[in-house]
Each structure stands twice: as C-alpha cells, then as structure tokens.
C-alpha cells in the first residue's frame, strides 16, 4: 500500500514536500515514480527513482525545480518541489514496480498540489 501526503495550496514561488510511504514491501527492491494529472490533462510522470542504481529522472517540466529522494531507514520516497509554478497544479501520485521496464502496478489515492498565482 503506498499512501501520499504533503499537498496542499501555495503560492507560485513557493515549496512543498510530497512524502509517499509504503507498507507491506521494501522501497529498496522496487522503483518509484512521482506522476501527477491536472483536469483534463493526460497523467505525467514527473519523476522516478531506479532501485537498482538509484538513478533518477525528471521530465523536463521540473527539471531543476523537483527533487526525488528516499528515506531507507523510514521506507518513504520524497518529492521536494521548489519554485512552483501554477502550471504545477495537479494531483500528484506515486507508484512502484518491482520488475524494471514494467508498468507501475502500486499505486497511492494522491495527494492534491495547488499552486496559486
């Protein structure tokens, strides 16, 4: 079960930290994604994390403004998010997989992320 936390309202310019926590497996064997879908608008992913290497990537929306991070000992992954942007707007969701190249097959509620300007 995965469950997301952290969204909420703010203004453009401002920062907030999603936090997505798992139950019932181990972060570490599996990757992570970030995605986020605005009203009418088709899901993004705006990052992940491998659990091999732990590479990361970001689309190029956040790029420099996002950043995907993982807390080991408290099995959660992070998204902190600097310098939003209205356009940031979106419910922000985060998924996992075990098999590399899979599709994401866990996946949170979201958490809503409203970015005011």
């Known amino acids: 079960q995965l469950v997301e936390s952290g969204g909420g309202l703010v203004q453009a310019g401002g920062s907030l930290r999603l936090t997505c926590a798992a139950s019932?497996?181990?972060?570490?064997?599996?990757?992570i994604g970030w995605f986020r879908q605005a009203p009418g608008k088709e899901r993004e992913e705006v990052s992940c994390?491998?659990?091999?290497?732990?590479?990361?990537y970001y689309a190029d929306s956040v790029k420099g403004r996002f950043t995907i991070s993982k807390n080991h000992a408290e099995n959660t992954v992070y998204l902190q998010m600097n310098s939003l942007k209205p356009e940031d707007t979106a419910l922000y969701s985060c998924?996992?997989?075990?098999?590399?190249?899979?599709?994401?097959?866990?996946w949170g509620q979201g958490t809503q992320v409203t970015v005011s300007s």
């Open positions: 994390m491998s659990s091999r290497d732990g590479s990361t």
């Open positions: 019932g497996f181990d972060f570490d064997d599996y990757a």
């Open positions: 998924a996992a997989k075990k098999t590399p190249g899979a599709a994401y097959d866990s």
